[in-house]
């Protein structure tokens, strides 16, 4: 499907303010899951691991256009000081995905319950298939395999996707396929379905998106975000952390009225 075409999709489904009314309950639920998630909060041995992605003007973005723009109004060699005043979308880099993103008036990035913030961090590995396939999803049954093998899944959570995607940054296959169409792993909507139940907080991907790039209608954005839960697009160093055991931290931006914005990203191990 061609870009302009997802775009007139997410159009046809914008969310009215009773969409949102109708999903308070859960953004209750997560703030209590949240609360109950602080005693299995890792036991870090101290090792951190940056889940962040630098980034400047290349680097990939939705709609293909720089996420990042600088412009130096004071330097050093003038005035002994240096600055710059940045241009960002919001929706670029390392990033959050706020509900207000997805709704018409639901939570902004500066609203995020901070407890929300500090989560045991879960990943789900589905490098080996994406690689064969693209446009692969985190299922249930991945959901089912993490929690026969790691135990169940702390309400509060992070559930991260690794999809081995961080590494094809510095190339175009990170956002596309070389005709253009948008390919990248993602979730599936039974998956963030069956994650919400369990009280999950957050879903992470290291693409560019929560849904996987050949989504026609933004299914997961639409379930879990008016849900009052966030989302993480392009996570860094997800081969860095275990399957479990680890503690994901968010600086997310402060911005009033916000829709996401980048943020820093760091696990504790």
Known sequence: MCNACVIDAVKGRMLSRRDVFRFSAGAAAVAAAAGAARPVLAQASGRVVDLTHRYDGS?????????????????????????????INEHTGTHIDAPLHFTADGTSVADLDPATLVCPLCVIDISARAAEEPNTMVMPEDIEAWVAANGEIPAGACVAMHSGWAAKVGDPSYRNTPDGAFAFPG??????????????????????????????????????LP???????????????PAKGATVFVGAPKHAGGTGGPARVVAVV
Request: net charge negative; glycine share 10%.
């Open 227 to 241: 849900s009052g839960r966030y989302g993480i697009e392009n996570l860094a160093g997800l081969d860095q952390v």
């Open 187 to 224: 979730f599936s909507r039974a998956a963030s379905e069956m994650l919400a139940e369990m009280g999950v907080a957050a879903l992470g991907v290291d693409t560019l998106s929560l849904d996987p790039g050949n989504s026609a209608d933004f299914a997961v954005h639409y379930h879990w």
């Open 59 to 87: 680097f990939p973005t939705f709609d293909g256009q720089p996420g990042i723009l600088y412009d130096q109004t004071v330097k050093f060699a003038e005035s002994g000081y240096q600055l710059f005043r940045l241009t």
